[in-house]
């Protein structure tokens, strides 16, 4: 049957598993540094993410200024490359124009031949008569 012990716990209203009041709070010196402990926790936590955030955006700057440089070292060969196919053309061009070496010779400009020794086809002398 029934347990005696029990049956005096229930005289007496008490209830058998019944849920435990709860805690009243107190204020005591280890919960002062607790509250402390909490504040500088979260101070820690906050600096953190400023220093994780910091570093994020300076990597991301690095990362800019590498793609931007990759960028003009390609855009640069690009029109390195350009000019050296255009040196080419105005090389080719002048070889067209210049005269074969075997062709010099005849190709060669040459000075009117002069009546006189003294007359210079540049002066003007009036006629005589």
């Keep these: 049957m029934a347990d005696p012990l029990v049956g005096d716990l229930l005289a007496a209203s008490l209830r058998l598993h019944a849920p435990a009041p709860p805690d009243a709070p107190v204020t005591q010196a280890g919960d002062v540094e607790d509250g402390r402990e909490h504040e500088d926790v979260a101070a820690l936590r906050a600096e953190l993410d400023r220093a ?68 210079s086809p540049t002066l003007y002398r009036p006629a005589t008569n």
């Design 52 to 119: 994780r955030t910091a570093h994020a955006l300076e990597l991301a700057e690095e990362r800019h200024g590498r793609e931007l440089a990759e960028a003009e070292a390609v855009q640069l060969k690009a029109r390195l490359s350009e000019r050296g196919a255009h040196i080419e053309d105005l090389q080719r061009a002048l070889a067209a124009l210049m005269p074969a070496p075997e062709r010099a010779g005849l190709t060669r400009p040459t000075v009117p031949a002069q009546e006189h020794p003294g007359d």
